[in-house]
């Protein structure tokens, strides 16, 4: 999901994913128009796949080989035959006859090896090339060593495309669900030129629904029935329109009045609807965490970042069941490291990765520890006083109150530390994030498939999304072999990822703050909303306004 990194465009992104509002046609009064009108805590950055930072809502308008159906699971989408060779590393999809774009041309081969192609080439500048690693040549491509061209994927035939692998991806039929890997129109893309996904009039589509007036800045839009679409019989919603609600209190009061079907719930208002039958709670596979910055310009702070017992003195002086229960109140979930829980099951013992990525000491809150560690970084240091800045992008009302509670507990807990609250724009954050323009950085990461990789391939020292530059040799090993050498024994790769999990842990490299959970007031009469907690979590396909 997240593919996220701001901590403001969590709730974007969320919002995007529901915040989809809208007209429709009319019909008679027996019959409710089939019409989602939703909030949106931002404007759209992007409809281009190729360089999207998240897909959280973009399932609806791109469809891959598969797509998410309930329970994350991979459902049958543009193809409708696939086989996997005995070694597991060559994949033949087949496209559907009737598989079309929103403008009526036929979806071929041919459009799915474009669009990998496309978003590999340098030029595009696309934030998820690392999702490639693992397709032949895909590493090398990524590094900047070999041609896009050679990216693992062929056409046989206009409906035939093989895809071949460097070897085994346990997760490789989720992945293809992922509309990254969705297939892109290149007449459409060389008809339009620079104009192309500027506006939702300069794009084709794949899925369901097709975006309409949204024009690069706007704060209203709307995903509209694709017609073209191969089964767009079972689609009944005629309309999604979103609308940007720039606070809660917002958005509540237009629910309350009936402009929107759905409105996000601060901690404060969870008390107050707790009860009310149209309260929901939609977990998230996304972890909320401090990055710091291994690279930071400031040699004073620099040490300090990179001392151990100081990021661990950090992690120790969080209560996170008050941050959880007290501060946020909104259900969400108490981490034991960088993975979240309900994510993936041990392939041999069906536990939870998260309950085996937990190392003593590290997201517990023990204040003693944490001023044993703090003192020993002082003395280490030279120093009596520690000055920071956390920045945090503001979009979402939960950042400021997050930060604030941060600079309290902290600040209290570990006597010289001074954090300055630098709230910002979510943009502003993502882009100072990038840059490594920050000491501590208010972020998150949303996994984009049901496998704990999704998280782990982030802090590596070759991941462009690893803002803070942590580097660790030993991690890098790890994780290589769970993706190399040991890709094809599930227990084995369950294993390496459980010691580089609780190599973070320990090293405190990110220190995990809570597992998101939203609560909304969704009205009674929305029905047939798929939420998942990766990838694409919200699909509109079988919705319907009873």
Known sequence: MKRWTSFGLVAAVVALGLGLAACGQSTTSAKPKQVLRLPATAQLDTIDLAKATGYGQTGNVFESFYRLGKNGKAVPGLADKVTESKDQKTWTFHIRKNAKWSNGDKITAHDFVYSWRRTLTPSTKSSYTNMFSGIKNGDQIIAGKMSPKKIGIHAKNKQTVVVQLEKPMAYFKILMAYPLFAPQNEKVINKYGKKYATKSKYMVYSGPFKIEDWKGTSNTWSFVKNDQYWDHKVVKLHKIHYQVVSNTQTGLSLYQNKKLDLAQLTNEQVKNYKNNAAFKEYPYSIMIHLKYNFKDTDSTKLAAIKNQNFRQAIGLSINRKQLTKKVLGDGSVTPTGFVTSGLANDPKTGTDFATQQAVKNTTTYNPKLAKQKWQKALKQLGTKEIKLNILAGNDDPMASTVTQY?????????????????????????????????????????????DPISFMQIPLSTNS????????????????????????????????????????????????????????????????VIHNTAGTQWSYKYAYIK
Do not use: C
């Not at 941060?406 to 570990?414: C, T």
């Not at 709230?423 to 498939?449: C, E, I, K, M, T």
């Not at 009205?523 to 047939?528: C, I, N, S, W």
């Open 406 to 450: 941060l600079k309290g507990k902290l600040e209290k807990m570990l006597p010289g530390l001074k954090l300055d609250i630098q709230n910002v724009p979510a943009q502003v954050a993502q882009q100072r994030s990038q840059s490594g323009d920050f000491d501590l950085y208010l972020s998150h990461w949303g996994a984009d498939f049901n």
């Open 465 to 528: 999304l690893n803002y803070g530059k942590w580097s660790n040799k030993t991690y890098d090993k790890l994780i290589a072999k769970a993706q190399n050498q040991d890709a094809g024994t599930p227990e084995k790769r369950w294993q390496d990822m459980v010691k580089a999990a609780k190599l973070l842990n320990k090293e405190q490299s990110f220190t995990p703050l809570y597992q998101a959970n939203y609560a909304y007031l969704q009205r009674p009469t929305v029905r047939g």
